[in-house]
């Protein structure tokens, strides 16, 4: 069918809107990717603009000496991982009985749910509560309150919904309790959800940054959001870096803090980015099926 021309229009207005927005997410990051493999002389004197000039790797070998990165790097990869699982099982053995008929009282609990999106605490009393349970200061203040999260819970329960009747009729003339059905019929039958939740928690514990700051006082757990953050706000980074007796003096000559922190911002973002092609194909079609549903 031809397109009309306010079709036409529509249409082209709509990819130059969106071409500027891609735009503007990728040049900052380009230019961000190339401060940081560029060499000192380049960045001082402005000449990097998208590409590297004069590649070295100095700024990224200056950051893991200098600084405490390889420490918050293990610290994000705790967070990251054992946040991730904590909350994948509990969103699962949540979302499978509020998706069962049988389940008795599932409408209370889901407006239970339902209730903590529309009205939360706030800062003050979730910290008055983990302090009581005595875990500030601990990565459980992180995980603990990000168990469940009420959007997350609605798309695996949608999905669940979504599941043929039959299937599990079938499985339980075989004989299938309870949990086997969960682990043998329904979590195969998921993947596509579970990969899309298991990446939203994943990036959501790894950009961990203002719940880092207000539960854990000792800077040796801080993650490697809240080292990053400290080095776009200040020097302080760079002085310990060029102090730090494991960094030559011919080789902080070398060193910039532009360098420092663009090393610091693309370090941080590896990971996800890496993340994201191994689950692209789980990922629009788990959110559709899990949002659309039920």
Known sequence: ??????????????????????????????????LSFSDAHAIMSGHVALWPVGFTLESFQSLFKGTRMVDSFKNSIIITLVGTLLSMI??????????????????????????????????????????????????????????????????????????????????????????????????????????TLTLFNAVGFWNAFLSVLIYINDTHKYNLTVLVQNMIQSQSVLQEVVASQLIQADDSAQITPEGIKAAGIITLMAPMVMAYPFLQKYFVKGALLGSVKG
């Open 90 to 195: 509990v969103t699962v053995l949540t979302a499978y009985p509020l998706a069962r008929k049988y389940f008795i009282g599932k409408r209370f609990f889901m407006l239970a749910f339902l209730f903590t999106m529309m009205f939360g605490g706030g800062t003050i009393p979730n910290y008055l509560v983990l302090k009581s349970l005595g875990i500030i200061n601990t990565y459980w203040a992180l995980w603990l309150p990000a168990l469940v999260n009420t959007y997350n819970l609605l798309i695996l329960r949608s999905f669940f919904l979504g599941i043929p009747e039959e299937i599990e009729d079938a499985a339980r003339i075989d004989g299938c309790g309870e949990w086997r059905l969960l682990g043998r019929i329904i979590i195969p039958l998921s993947l596509p959800v579970l990969a």
């Open 1 to 34: 069918m031809k397109a009309t021309l306010g079709e036409k229009v529509f249409y082209g207005v709509n990819y130059f809107i969106l071409l500027l927005l891609g735009l503007s997410c990728l040049l900052p990051l380009m230019h961000i990717l190339a």
